[in-house]
């Protein structure tokens, strides 16, 4: 569209004026803020396929630093939040540079997007800033690409296929089993893929057929046909954002009848196909259902705020907030280096589930427990309870890495 | 060939009937008053979220009458506070206004619905299955079909059959003319937003329980309606009945040989070549004042 556009000096001018208004009115107000508040930096997708998570997310940020600063703010001073629409990598990289530039942010956080996760991580480095990823699962931000500014609330792929494949090993749906697999055609569902089939080979499986699905269709009808041609063991789906309930709400239409099971996943999407489509198997970091104390206080206060229970993509930006405010109180300091080396030493947080989480020094990603859902089907008490879950993987007796990737599979090496 | 492939053909076929229902009224719209009207989508899922907030009030059924009559007379607002000023002006004009429009309202139903997507299902009674031999096909898609070709064939007769439709057709050719022989066409503008828009607010009735229902649904489907559009030929009904169908062949075609990642791609390919060797569409008319 921009290039029908043509600026008129008059435009030009006023755009001009207008903003260096807005500049000497916004700077004063900055450098008179800064002894007695503490900024925070929130990116995130908020519109286009990703926006519907990122709403979650802004949420759970607000309700974290509200809750922030009722108990105190963080080192006696009043914690802030910048927020802003992080659109694309490029838009997330200058949004990113801007903020600690200019803004002085302590630190970002937030982002869905893989590709927005690197070119942050990217301006966290040069700017010595530390920056903590809570939705990019891609393995090569915590292999290829780890960085020693870059931390990870949310799970890796691995941890989400390994997760869903242990609950699919104990129902026998993988030894010698075919999978149809459709996947997202860019790089998560590529990576994804990739994660995949590696346990799907290791584990004695095979596929019967291996589709990429653009991001852009809608209709699903034409590859369900071939489904039911195909006649798999399990239909495995590597697909991400709106094509989840779109492939969802189709799968129930046409009454196909086998298994479904999924290695990417949003409690959002479940509840968009609602409970006469949802189906399957999925892994999840974190639903509204998990009993745990802090668990239930935290989807108590969030229902209370926004009159619907939290989307597991809240459970990563609320906790990576509180996360930085609880390390800053005990550290009494706001540098990042300290942080780091803080965090590297295997510093321990609750997060909301049975057992606490830490980062991993190798590659910075939290190790925590996961869980996998399955559909409840019409017994749903309400529009938002649709499914079971399993519990928390690995095993209380197991070590939490045991999900996660080994060195060899994914290789970090940090500068 | 395969009974796959021979499934594959006949499922995209059906396929593209989705399109017309919103090809069709952004055809009639450009044909008669010269706008490209980029905000048709939204039209589309502000029928989709009117389905899901009446639908529990007046049942499906009712939402199917009750939905593109509300966004009809919300077609015949924007037309008269809007388009009206821009039938005469430059086409460029025209399409900033719509996508603008697209814009505000796709970000006023996130701010009144929120950005998650809402759930809408298939009602009771339109549940199951058709089998034919080896074709499966959902019931609610058999349903969906027939009453899009019923209001497509509705819309044929009124535009070719009826007196109505010979002034909107004489319109579309020659304005002035119409005009120097005593007929208003303002009334007739309204009449063709109000259908136009309407037909996209049934879309977004039937495809609710079928599609994901999100803010941003209607930049999903403008493109292909456009594209069908453009390959069928500006003001060509059956042009853009036909291209729709191509376009669902192709696709069907494309899956069924086992390219499921072209399938998006491949209308767009079809466009650029329809463009390169037939700008006018396949079925385009030679309208005098576009020429």
Redesign the interface.
Known sequence: MSAFIRPSRRGLIKAAGATALLGGIGMPGISRAQSDVLRFGHLTPRTGFLGPLGEFAVMAADLAVEEINAAGGVMGRKLEILKEDSVNPQTASTKAERMIERDKVACIIGEISSASCLTIAQVAARTKTLYVNTGGNSDALRGANCNKFMFHVESQNSMYVKTCGRSLMQQGLVKGKKWFSLTADYAFGHDLLKVAKRFMEANGGQFAADKLVPTDLTDFSALLIEIRNAKPDLVISNLAGNQITNFLKQYSEFGLTFPVAGFGFDTALAWAAGKDNFGGTWPVVWHHLIDTPNSKKFVQAFTAKYKKPPENQAWGDYLAVKIFAQTMNEIKSTDSMKIIEHWEKGATFDVMKTREGYFRKSDHQMMHEMYTVQAVGASAKNQWDIFSSSPAVPAANESLEVIATTAEENECKMA | MST?FL??IA??LL?GV?YLLIALGLSLIFSLGGIVNLAHGAFYAIGAYLTVVLGPHIGFGGAMFVVPGLVAILGVLVERLLFQRFYRSDP?LS??LT?GLAMVAEQLL?MIF?????????PGWL???IFLGDF?Y?R??GTLILIAATCILALWFLLNRTAFGRVVRAGVQNPDMVGALGIALPPYMMAVAAIGIGLAGLAGVLLA????????MGQ??ITPAFVVVVIGGLGSFWGVVAAALLVGLV??AT??LGY??????VIYLMMLLVLLFRPRGLFGERIQRFE
């Open positions: 796959l499934q594959q499922n995209g396929d989705y460029i399409l900033l996508f996130r929120g950005a998650p997507p809402l759930s809408y299902s298939i549940r199951g299955q499966i959902s609610y898609r329980p079928i599609y994901s229902i999100h803010p941003a999903e489907i696709k069907g899956i069924g499921p990642q072209f399938s998006t791609a």
